[in-house]
């Protein structure tokens, strides 16, 4: 069974940062597209990056200029570095792998395994 952890969460001041990690386990790791989405309270999940086997990486307008989404394939690890972080950046953040069917998939239907999900608050 395919497993997804985030962890890299937390508290932090408006300007700072953050790197959010994603563990996968289960299954080849190089197969899957990555992405990261992002759910604050009374809204709906929402696109924030997503990044393809070999390194191809698609961004949120909101978050193109200050995140950054990568992956260590040899160590099945995806990661979201967050700059610049703004009050409106607070959310749960999730991490999500796509076996094979869709390219660069934004939508969340366009996923098959997310993980638990991990708070980030941005403080003004």
């Known amino acids: 069974q395919v497993q997804l952890v985030e962890s890299g969460g937390g508290l932090v001041q408006a300007g700072g940062s953050l790197r959010l990690s994603c563990a996968v386990s289960?299954?080849?790791?190089?197969?899957?597209?990555m992405g990261w989405f992002r759910q604050a309270p009374g809204k709906e999940r929402e696109f924030v990056a997503v990044?393809?086997?070999?390194?191809?990486?698609k961004y949120a307008d909101s978050v193109k200029a200050r995140f950054t989404i990568s992956r260590d394939n040899a160590r099945n690890t995806a990661y979201l570095q967050m700059d610049s972080l703004k009050p409106e950046d607070t959310a749960v953040y999730y991490c999500?792998?796509?076996?094979?069917?869709?390219?660069?998939?934004?939508?969340?239907?366009?996923?098959?395994?997310w993980g638990q999900g991990t708070q980030v608050t941005v403080s003004s």
């Open positions: 999500a792998g796509e076996a094979g069917l869709y390219t660069f998939p934004t939508n969340p239907d366009g996923y098959d395994y």
């Open positions: 990044i393809s086997r070999s390194g191809i990486t």
């Open positions: 289960g299954r080849t790791f190089s197969s899957l597209f």
